[in-house]
């Protein structure tokens, strides 16, 4: 995408030329796309819950209920407020990530991150009969970055490998140095990611399944925070998947 720009030249008050500019514009541009989109799904997301909440409201306040049904009603309204609260603080969170580049300051210890996820997403591989586990060696080489950020990263990831692997299903976390590099991997053998969707999981509010990700608690942001926290610490993120066989994640930094 161009913008042009005209000027005409006069000499002696006669058109003696044209200078013609042009300036490529496709970055802004896209950039500016982004931030539409971005805006518009952010709104579209948190209109959905606020919908489902005054309905139930409404019929609350109007009509006489049976207490089941009272009691259903009011779950419904305090799921969908704990959806909102998520969408919420993921939206915020993303926006710290991508304005903040005042990180990378602190001496981060890998071993001491992976560790310190486990009291947060093992009662949800137990709750799932899930068996979630930690290959870590006593020792990895000092890291610089942001120690919230990288817990962050990690939860984010096992928390879908639990999501996205049924009951009964494995979940594998491994950390190694290899390179100059800690290598992060997160395994599971769950349902897989479809080829022609890896290369968008990574997008903002993308999911394979809309209102699968919608019933397990999912924003569709999570993977978007991963990613820019990979980036941040100039690291690479990459996906192996196939279907039915389950997904490994591999981080590098
Ligand atoms: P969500 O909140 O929907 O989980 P994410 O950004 O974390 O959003 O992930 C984006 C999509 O990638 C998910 O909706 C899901 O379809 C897919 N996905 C992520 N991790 C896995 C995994 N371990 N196994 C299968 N699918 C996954």
């Known amino acids: 995408i161009f913008r042009v720009r005209l000027a005409l030249i006069e000499r002696e008050e006669q058109a003696a030329g044209v200078v013609v500019s042009l300036r490529d514009i496709t970055d802004i541009k896209q950039l500016e796309q982004m931030r539409k989109d971005f805006v518009s799904n952010v ?34 309204i305090n799921d969908e407020a704990e959806r909102l609260e998520h969408l919420i603080n993921d939206i ?20 001491e991150v992976v560790n310190g996820i486990i009291p947060v997403v093992e009662p949800k591989a137990q709750r799932k009969n899930i068996i979630l586990n930690l290959d870590v060696p006593a020792k990895l080489p000092i890291i610089k970055g942001n120690k919230d950020q990288l817990s962050r990263l990690m939860i984010n990831l096992v928390d879908n ?52 990700s919608r019933k397990l608690g999912g924003t569709g942001l999570g993977l978007s925070i991963v990613k820019h926290i990979v980036e941040q610490h100039q690291g690479i993120i990459e996906v192996e998947s196939e279907l039915e066989k389950g997904t490994k994640f591999i981080v590098r930094l």
């Open 92 to 111: 915020l969170d993303l926006s710290k990530i991508e304005s903040s580049d005042s990180l990378l300051k602190e001496n981060v210890d890998m071993v």
């Open 161 to 212: 490998a639990i999501k996205y692997t049924p009951s009964g299903g494995k979940v594998e976390v491994r950390s190694y140095s290899e390179d100059n590099n800690i290598v992060i991997e997160v395994e599971d053998n769950g349902i897989g990611i479809p080829q022609e969707d890896i290369s968008r999981i990574f997008e903002r509010f993308y999911r394979v399944n809309k209102a699968r």
């Open 43 to 76: 709104s579209h997301e948190l209109k959905t819950p606020l919908t489902s909440i005054k309905g139930y409201v409404e019929t609350l306040m109007e009509s006489e209920l049976e207490s089941g049904t009272y009691n259903s009603f009011l779950k419904v």
